[in-house]
């Protein structure tokens, strides 16, 4: 008997039992492996873009990897793990107030939300979905709410396409913006041009001309000022020494982050640690979305996080160990 015919339990959450308010999202990339305690206090969704991510729930443990959409009920306590290089996006949602929002979610024809869910060649769709999700999540406004709601619809209303075999419909980044996100991730690693312009189906040549006409800058220097921008915001938020923060973001030593510093910025690092002002450092074109910084609804207060965090676990040992920053997205100014 299909799961439509079926008489839905009470102690499951139904389509007509939603009311969608989204306490987080990102996209994270972790430089090695890792495992980690976490609290579940709403609906998680992971998904995957490369790697392998294990989890052990009350439910039972099991693997995801590339294309995977991973949903973890509301629960006490989960560990997750992640291989070296893994890539997911992911959502926290409360589908509905408690204490009715902490059932298992159903959806006909799915049936009870499985924890995993191979998303196929739906997969661009689902990730345009967490996409929309983190660029509207923390913007003030009730367009900017209600566009995070209906993303939270449209994830759902994926799930139920790939259930039953419905037709894709296709939306993306276009690859020049996929481009651009790209040069800002990593920031501690080489990204060589010809590689990422393979990846992208372009050859070395024809990428660096039309990146320059569509940017002004050359995609080395696109890639120069994202690494500038995120040291001036270290300089000024952070007590990490220069030859730290020169190294965190790829730099061999102090001395090349200081040059690029006086070049681009006209001021030393020095400078701009005491405050003096800097250069404006605006990348062209429209701004993408962090990676390894959660995004939180307008007003979120600074212990947010801790509704998600074990006793156990506090959150500086998840960050030291994973050796990323992960925290409420901020604006910087510089």
Known sequence: MSARHLKIPKRFLRLADLQPQVDLAGCYRFPERIWFDCRNPTHGFKLMESGVLEV???????????GDLVYLRPAPRSQ?????????????????????????????????????????????????????????LDKEGDLHKLRTVAAVHQMLALIVQVASGAGRESTRLDPWQRARLRLEQDMSQEIRVDALARELGFSADYFIRQFKARFGLSPMEYRTRVRLREAV?????????????????????????????????????????????????????????????????????????????????????????TALKLSAKRPVTV
């Open 56 to 66: 052990r729930t009350v439910d039972g443990a099991f693997s995801a990897g590339p």
């Open 80 to 136: 997750v793990g992640v291989t070296a290089g893994t890539v997911f996006y992911q959502t926290a949602v409360a589908l509905a107030p408690p204490p009715r929002g902490r059932r298992s979610l159903w959806l006909d024809p799915v049936g009870p939300l499985p924890g995993r869910i191979a998303m196929g060649e739906h997969f661009e769709e689902m990730r345009a979905v967490f996409e929309s999700l983190i660029l509207e």
């Open 233 to 321: 915001r270290l300089l000024r938020g952070t007590d990490l020494a220069v030859k730290q923060i020169a190294h965190r973001l790829g730099w061999r030593d102090a001395g090349l982050l200081a040059g690029h510093c006086r070049h681009v910025l006209g001021r030393s690092p020095t400078d701009i640690r005491s405050g003096q002002s800097a250069a404006d450092l605006a990348l062209p074109g429209e701004k993408l979305y962090p990676v390894n910084l959660h995004v939180v609804p307008p007003g979120a207060g600074p212990d947010w996080f801790k509704q998600w965090m074990m006793p156990d676990r506090p959150w500086d040992v998840f960050t030291k160990a």
